[in-house]
């Protein structure tokens, strides 16, 4: 089951290695930074920014 994150929540939250804003992956509940290549998990709706808790993207998930 897919929680929805909020539209205002998304417009502020950057990715904390490269500071630019994320992609919202709603299938896979995760925040993608395409420029740092990872995935960031939203567990139970809160989104874990923490790089050590990220997922490596491969490169076929990267958008350029």
Known sequence: MSQEIDPKLLEILVCPV??????????????ISDQAGLAYPIRDGIPVMLVDEARQ????EVKK
């Open 57 to 60: 993207l491969k490169d076929n």
């Open 18 to 31: 490269t500071k630019v804003p994320l992609r919202y992956d709603t299938s896979a509940q995760e925040l």
